[in-house]
């Protein structure tokens, strides 16, 4: 008879927290981009609202685009 296998629990969490680790290393530079604060990336840190996040951030205009934007507008009046 063989020996049953159990395996660790926190190993079973490695592939879920390197992705999560992943995302929030992936959201600092792109919410500096965007003009927002950090706590965005530490948000990010939450496992389960992660994706939606990212896909906040990844969905905002670049602060540069507006910042041009606003220039061309003042320009115009």
Known sequence: MQPEFHPD???SL???LVITAIFFVF?????RRKGKSFVY?????I???????I???????DKEVLDRL???????R
Do not use: N
């Open 70 to 76: 606003a220039a061309l507008e003042g320009k115009l």
């Open 47 to 53: 496992p389960f609202i992660t994706p939606f996040i």
């Open 27 to 31: 959201s600092i530079p792109m919410s």
């Open 41 to 45: 990336p530490l948000l990010c840190l």
């Open 9 to 11: 629990p926190l190993l």
């Open 55 to 61: 896909f906040y951030l990844a969905s905002l205009t």
């Open 14 to 16: 490695l592939p879920f």
